[in-house]
Nanobody
């Protein structure tokens, strides 16, 4: 059973930056495609970014493209989300998630393992 723990959230001013981290357990971490999702109050959970098993392929939602960067360090069993030029509309709970496959996925139903989330609040 994969366990995921997010960290790095907090309160940040607009135009500021945060880096989220997701620590994963298990010796097979390097085999999994990973993703970051977010959910704002009253809205559905949406994909933010995704990365394949090796980090060679990435996906970004249009709303964050050019501002956010997903990366992974398989030696550290960790995936990151670097968030720059933050906007108030980025305020949400951010969730790390893992698939059971190696290939990049931007379909929520393919993510089988979820962290508990970390709050990101961007003030204006």
């Amino acid at each position: 059973q994969v366990q995921l723990v997010e960290s790095g959230g907090g309160l940040v001013q607009a135009r500021g930056s945060l880096r989220l981290s997701c620590a994963a357990s298990g010796r097979t971490f390097s085999s999994y495609a990973m993703g970051w999702f977010r959910q704002a109050p009253g809205k559905e959970r949406e994909i933010v970014a995704a990365i394949d098993w090796s980090g060679s392929s990435t996906y970004y939602a249009d709303s964050v493209k050019g501002r956010f960067t997903i990366s992974r360090d398989n030696a550290k069993n960790t995936v990151y989300l670097q968030m720059n030029s933050l906007k108030p509309e980025d305020t949400a709970v951010y969730y790390c998630a893992a698939t059971d496959a190696s290939g990049l996925s931007y379909t929520r139903r393919n993510y089988k393992h979820w962290g508990q989330g970390t709050q990101v609040t961007v003030s204006s």
